[in-house]
């Protein structure tokens, strides 16, 4: 452009240059003036371009766990849509809050992604007086992504062998027995609250660094029961080491179909499902929100990507949450649940 210019504003050799010099340089004024206004014009196209370099994708739970294997089905799509590179970042800890303050503290440009469930994004909030971000104002969900449903799983020596026999057990050796989670407020100790709240028994928790630690001690016979994302409890259950007791559901799942439901056993309350979503920070342009959401949706409309989830056994989410506003309400809403149910309980600080 820069060439053509110039040829445009060489004067041939019979031209007659004006009287002035002064006449001379605003003339030169005017042309340069105007062509920094035509290369600006440029400029808005360039940087309007999302995404033009890698993202990062930061799950807060350690590689291997339920999360992890979610995260990455979805990085894998996303690339290869964005035609960008999406890292996957593993930061576990804390009971995910450190993955998660990271990504609060980062900058709002669309970059930087987390995923969260329910344990992490909804129930944490009444679980740490001292939570160095606000779930509901530090990040800006962009939709969920699938939702898995859980099993309560057992040490293989428990003298049960259904839910009903485990509430009885439970009740009875309530002081003796312990429970194991991935930490305090993820998904795997809320499934474990609500298995105690129906049974009406006190146990006490044991909160590892993930959920693969609590399913070795589940099988080491260290622990004596947890509950555990669908997606790794296939896993667990084909090992033989531990036993799948109740899915906690009405209604079994076609990954583990000779696992009874919860309501099977009576417990028709007893349901619960762990709700998946991506989110970035709170403040993000809400074009590159919208530019994320869907490529998330294309993702969850690939029959490959939903093959993937079925052998999970994880579900699509509604079509609501699979919206940028349907992914916040459900988020909000919630929130206000977790907080009764655990102040219920006893735990909400």
Not at 300 to 323: H, I, K, Y
Request: aromatic share 6%.
């Amino acid at each position: 452009m820069v060439k053509h210019v110039c040829s445009w504003l060489r004067v041939p050799k019979t031209a007659a240059w004006p009287a002035s010099s002064t006449s001379v340089v605003r003339a030169g004024r005017r042309v340069f003036g105007a062509l920094v206004l035509a290369l600006a014009g440029l400029a808005p196209a360039v940087a309007e371009t999302f995404p033009n370099r890698a993202l990062t994708l930061v799950v807060p739970a350690a590689a291997g766990s339920a999360t992890d294997i979610l995260a990455r089905l979805f990085a894998e799509g996303m690339a290869r849509d964005l035609q960008q590179p999406v890292v996957v970042e593993n930061l576990p800890g804390a009971g995910g809050t450190i993955g998660q303050r990271k990504v609060a503290r980062a900058e709002a440009d669309g970059y930087t992604l987390v995923i969260g469930n329910v344990g992490l994004l909804a129930a944490t909030p009444w679980l740490h007086k001292d939570l160095p971000y606000d779930a509901l104002k530090d990040f800006t969900p962009i939709a969920s992504i699938a939702d898995s449903p859980t099993v309560l799983s057992v040490k293989k020596d428990l003298p049960v062998n259904d839910l009903g026999q485990f509430a009885d057990y439970i009740k009875r050796h309530a002081s003796d027995v312990y429970y194991g989670t991935a930490g305090a407020g993820t998904s795997t100790h809320l499934g474990a609250v609500l298995v105690n709240q129906a049974i009406g028994a006190k146990v006490e928790a044991v909160h590892y660094r993930g959920a693969g630690q609590a399913i070795a001690d589940v099988m080491a016979g260290h622990i004596d029961y947890m509950v555990e994302s669908s997606a790794t409890a296939v896993a667990s259950a084909a090992s033989g080491r531990l036993k799948p007791l109740a899915v906690l559901r009405k209604e079994r799942i076609a990954v583990l179909p000779d696992v009874p439901a919860a309501g099977e056993a009576g417990f028709l309350d007893l349901s619960f499902d762990i709700w998946n979503m991506l989110l970035v920070p709170g403040g993000t342009p809400p074009e590159r929100v919208e530019r994320l959401n869907a490529s998330v949706n294309r993702q969850l409309d690939n029959p490959a990507v939903r093959e993937q989830l079925q052998q999970l056994g994880m579900t699509l989410p509604g079509t609501e949450q699979r919206s940028v506003e349907g992914a916040a309400r459900l988020l909000t809403d919630e929130t206000a649940k977790w907080q009764q149910i655990l102040v219920a309980a006893g735990l909400a600080v």
